[in-house]
């Protein structure tokens, strides 16, 4: 019951800190609206969790008075164990690129086929703590702060709800996907088994329980002034991030460039409509702090790509409601050319489907879609999501998220 009681405490502290924030700054207050209301919706993946991924920014302007963005999300991840063999011989490589994934069958032993070994399995709810800090530092320019965190759980109730196993099994079961699709009865359910070997013997191992303080991000961006542009209600930023990544398992430093567009339309009586689209590019471990790191991911550059669309009405009380849906996509973890002749060996009689998933999906590109509801006010914007995988069990399954960002101080 450790990480139950972490919880609350980690969830109390936010709490009594806000509510002592909102009421010694009573007259601070946000704008009432700043481009797209969007919190992180990063995808809580079980290796993009120790990388600074970047989030993109769809704002039009730096915020007038610094604000914190406390956001609290969870998902559910599950890959049954898998292992995978990567041929070193060039000619063994070009025949089993001629065969169907599940046809190929090269591997006897190191000495008569060497190879390349991982093997991999990923069961638990991830819970996310994120602080974001934003200021202006100059008419165009704006500074962001952010502290990442993850807590491993079993995923029980009350603390995991839509996330948990036994409601994704009730709906797989009762209304889409048959009976245990992916194998997690199999398993047992409300367990947390995540083990990664990666191909230079190195490990990786997360426990019950289990937090981990991912990194901290600084993030630049720059609102350039296009008054042709303004006039039809388009503005554009661009971002640069620093990611310093603090877990034992991937010590370093990462860098990326964003950038973003935004067009605003404005409709009858009090309703607006906003679409965004951003684009992004990350250089994971330029520089990494010990050796011997776990290997994550042999792509150094993780690019995505983020569209967002975004309806707002204004009630009489000048507050807002906003609905909008978004739609992420990322570059895969692994070099692509790699699955044109991988070996893949699981328990394929006894699970259904998606055994091979915990390989599979690190060569494939990550995606998802969520649905949010935000309400506005000038004192604090609320924001509630859930993303879900339509790819199948691209990871994670599903994940909800909770955001509240409130003013720090005038400036």
């Known amino acids: 019951m450790y990480f139950y009681e972490m919880q609350k405490k980690i969830l109390y502290i936010l709490l009594l800190f806000i509510s002592n924030l909102s009421f010694t700054q009573k007259k601070d207050s946000l704008e009432l609206k700043n481009g797209i209301d969007k919190p992180s919706l990063l995808p809580i993946h079980h290796f993009g969790m120790f990388s600074a991924r970047i989030n993109q920014n769809f704002k039009i302007k730096p915020p007038n008075n610094p604000t914190l963005n406390?956001?609290?999300?969870?998902?559910?991840?599950?890959?049954?164990?898998?292992?995978?063999?990567?041929?070193?011989?060039?000619?063994?490589?070009?025949?089993?690129?001629?065969?169907?994934?599940?046809?190929?069958?090269?591997?006897?032993?190191?000495?008569?086929?060497?190879?390349?070994?991982?093997?991999?399995?990923?069961?638990?709810?991830?819970?996310?703590?994120?602080?974001?800090?934003?200021?202006?530092?100059?008419?165009k320019h704006e500074l962001g702060i952010t502290l990442r965190s993850y807590l491993i759980t079993k995923g029980k109730y009350p603390f995991s709800i839509l996330t948990s196993d036994e409601f994704i099994e009730w709906f797989h079961s009762n209304i889409?996907?048959?009976?245990?699709?992916?194998?997690?009865?199999?398993?047992?359910?409300?367990?947390?088994?995540?083990?990664?070997?990666?191909?230079?013997?190195q490990k990786l191992e997360l426990k019950d329980g289990q937090f981990i303080l991912g990194g901290v991000e600084l993030n630049h961006f720059y609102y350039p002034n296009f008054k042709k542009l303004k006039k039809k209600n388009i503005f554009i930023n661009f971002g640069s991030h620093l990611g310093i990544n603090t877990s034992k398992n991937n010590p370093s430093l990462d860098l990326g460039i964003s950038g973003n567009i935004l067009k605003k339309w404005n409709l009858k009586n009090i309703s607006e409509i906003r679409t965004a689209f951003g684009t992004s590019i990350l250089r994971k471990n330029i520089i990494d702090f010990k050796k011997d790191l776990v290997l994550l991911g042999n792509n150094s550059f993780l690019g995505s790509l983020e569209a967002m669309f975004e309806f707002t009405n204004y009630t009489r009380k000048k507050n807002y409601h906003s609905v909008s849906v978004n739609y992420q996509i990322q570059t895969p973890f692994n070099k692509r050319e790699e699955a044109n002749y991988y070996q893949l060996v699981g328990k394929w009689q006894e699970i259904h489907a998606g055994w091979q998933n915990g390989f599979e999906k690190l060569y494939e590109y990550q995606s998802a879609w969520s649905w949010l509801y935000t309400y506005g006010r000038k004192e604090y914007t609320f924001t509630l999501y859930i993303k879900q995988d339509l790819a199948l069990n691209n990871s994670p399954d599903i994940q909800t998220g909770i955001s509240l960002k409130i003013p720090f101080f005038k400036n």
Do not use: C
Not at 119 to 129: E, G, L, S
Not at 176 to 201: C, H, I, M, S, T
């Open 176 to 201: 889409a996907g048959g009976e245990d699709p992916f194998g997690r009865k199999y398993y047992g359910l409300n367990q947390v088994n995540v083990r990664y070997q990666d191909r230079n013997g």
């Open 70 to 139: 406390f956001s609290y999300s969870s998902a559910n991840t599950f890959h049954p164990f898998v292992e995978m063999y990567l041929p070193k011989d060039k000619s063994t490589r070009q025949a089993m690129s001629e065969l169907i994934w599940y046809n190929r069958n090269f591997w006897k032993d190191q000495q008569t086929s060497p190879a390349d070994y991982e093997n991999i399995i990923i069961d638990a709810v991830f819970k996310n703590f994120r602080v974001d800090y934003n200021t202006k530092i100059g008419k």
